[in-house]
């Protein structure tokens, strides 16, 4: 399977334009959005170029994401929100934990809006592949002032559980490829210049990861 994992769009149509080459010369089975999808401005009109992609594109909010969003998803055929939820594509099982597991450089272990996160997590088997915005606490979370910004919950539950892949972002100076015991790590926030991630999830284990 042929993953392009992207986080941090922020509603720039720069960026926008940077997904759309991206994809075209990649040609991916699916694209994986790992929240702040959006910005100021017409989220319809984002939303819409985005579907125009018309790959399957699976994503979990951030936390600069509106309430609004997931509802908003609803009406786009192409992108299918995954917060708190499990979606099989061509075999592979996709988990979302979605918005801010960890407020950045406070040690707060999660919001209390995610209700139902402790039950989904346990369900995390070590061939899903978990879509989180946050990245796990001391692995590609360094960001301002090479302060963490990481979940401490969410690097515990990788230490658990041992998905297969962690797709993330949130922290854009921390952008990589990293493992954490038998789980590899991927942030793929755009930053400034960035395209995000081709990731090559190959059958019985294997995986390639190119930074775009």
Known sequence: ?????????????????????????ARPDLVVIAGDITGFGNQDVF????????????????NTDSAELEKDLEKY?????????????????????GGTLSVPFLE????KDNRGLDALAEDLGDEDILVTHTPPWGILDRGFASLHGGSRWLRELLERRHPRLLICGHIHEDRGAA??????????????????ALIKAKKGGGMEIAFL
């Open 47 to 62: 939303l819409a170029g985005l579907d125009s992609l018309n790959l399957p594109i699976l994503a979990v909010p951030g």
């Open 77 to 97: 055929p192409n992108i299918l929100s995954i917060q708190l939820r499990k979606e099989v594509i061509d075999g592979v099982s996709f988990i979302g934990l």
């Open 108 to 111: 707060k272990l999660r919001p």
């Open 1 to 25: 399977m042929k993953i392009y994992a992207v986080a941090d769009i922020h509603g720039r149509k720069s960026r926008l334009e940077r997904i759309r080459s991206a994809a075209a010369a």
């Open 179 to 196: 493992t954490v015991e038998r789980t590899t790590v991927v942030n793929c926030s755009m930053g400034r210049k960035g395209a995000g």
